[in-house]
């Protein structure tokens, strides 16, 4: 019986653990595809390798990529929210520099956290 109560608890024990280790992505393959090519956008824009029309321009055309069919229906709304946040200060940023930065970098790391990269310094 002492067995049987050990090899119970054991199990659960491992079905924790398997959850708890669980992927931190959080959307669909196409999607994390996407988020890491704007990512990678808005940090050029961020260190300066990039303008504001330009960044705008290559995440307008990622915007387009963006699969709102995804299983993750919460996340890939999330993801697509903050795409359209980024692409409006963006173009606010380039017509006459009224976006804000902290907005673009707020919304590029909760992009990040739905694919389980590291947040912007």
Not at 11 to 37: G, H, P, Q, W
Not at 59 to 72: F, L
Not at 78 to 101: A, H, P, Q, R, W
Request: aromatic letters at 6%.
């Amino acid at each position: 019986m002492k067995r049987k109560i050990f090899s119970i608890l054991l199990l659960m024990s491992f079905s924790l653990l398997f959850i708890a280790c669980e992927s931190k992505v959080k959307l669909n393959d196409n999607n994390v595809r996407t988020a890491k090519s704007i990512i990678n956008t808005v940090d050029s824009y961020l260190d300066g390798k990039m303008d504001a029309k330009e960044a705008h321009d290559n995440i307008e055309i990622e915007y387009d990529n963006i699969d709102e069919n995804d299983e993750n229906s919460v996340e890939s709304t999330l993801f697509s929210s903050n795409t359209l946040s980024i692409t409006i200060e963006l173009s606010s940023m380039s017509y006459d520099g009224s976006g804000d930065v902290e907005t673009i970098k707020n919304c590029r790391n909760e992009i990040a956290e739905l694919i389980g990269q590291k947040k912007y310094k």
